[in-house]
């Protein structure tokens, strides 16, 4: 059972442009959101994170807009970079310290 | 580098064997996580331990056991290992319990390779 379910598997965007990424989840206990960043041979690093009572942050071309009553949350990648080029996961965290990730979205950011 | 060191890379083994993986935290790190990649079910939450403690488990196998030392270091064991338990087991450390919006840090990985 897929605590956290997220599309697309893979997306690509022109260099420039906007990448969407979005997570749905059930579970309403859950109480706090990050989304990772890995490249290839890497570890997963926290890219930005919201809690349930604020419905949109911003850090640089980052941001998270979160929908509680549709129990769906999306990461923004603004001005997309060919860095930007990695796989993203979203995340949920439940009673404090066990996370439930997404199932992750290959970025492709052509030049 | 997030500071977390994962020991071996890599490790090749066959069915029926034993292997342990080892993490050390960042510095100050209290709380050690431990996930397993696999390309079919994603990245799945197995177990954590906060200053030597278990305190949170998640889908991990009986098979599979860790511990954390008094020098906060942590180790996970696999036994019995089987062709499904191939995967990257990631290693991740935080400040404290999570409570609040506690960072955690992922270590590079161990990519195991059971043949």
């Known amino acids: 059972q897929q605590q956290v379910k997220q599309s697309p598997q893979s997306l690509i965007v022109q260099k420039g442009g906007i990448s969407i990424i979005n997570c749905a989840y059930e579970?309403?206990?859950?109480?706090?959101f990050p989304w990772y960043q890995q490249f290839p041979g890497k570890g997963p690093a926290l890219l930005i994170a919201?809690?349930?009572?604020?419905s949109e942050k911003k850090e640089g071309r980052f941001t998270i807009s979160f929908n509680k009553s549709a129990k769906q949350f999306s990461l923004h990648i603004m001005d997309s970079q060919p860095g930007d080029s990695a796989t993203y996961f979203c995340?949920?965290?439940?009673?404090?310290?066990?996370?439930?990730f997404g199932s992750g979205t290959k970025l492709n950011v052509k030049p | 580098d997030s500071g977390v060191t994962q020991t071996p890379k890599h490790l090749i083994t066959a069915t029926g064997q034993r292997v342990t993986l080892r993490c050390s935290p960042r510095?100050?790190?209290?709380?050690v996580y431990w996930y397993q990649q696999s390309l079919d079910q994603g990245l799945q939450f197995l177990i954590q331990y906060y200053n030597g403690e278990e305190r949170a488990k998640g889908n991990i196998l009986e098979r599979f056991s860790a511990q954390q030392f008094p020098d906060l270091h942590s180790e996970l064991n696999l036994s019995s290992l089987e062709l499904g338990d191939s995967a990257l087991y990631f290693c991740?450390?935080?400040?404290?319990?999570?409570?609040?919006?506690?960072?955690?840090?992922f270590g590079p990985g161990t990519r195991l390779t059971v043949l």
């Open positions: 991740a450390s935080s400040l404290g319990l999570s409570g609040g919006t506690d960072t955690q840090y």
């Open positions: 995340a949920a965290r439940y009673n404090f310290n066990k996370f439930y």
């Open positions: 510095s100050g790190d209290l709380s």
């Open positions: 919201i809690r349930p009572d604020v």
């Open positions: 579970n309403t206990a859950f109480d706090y």
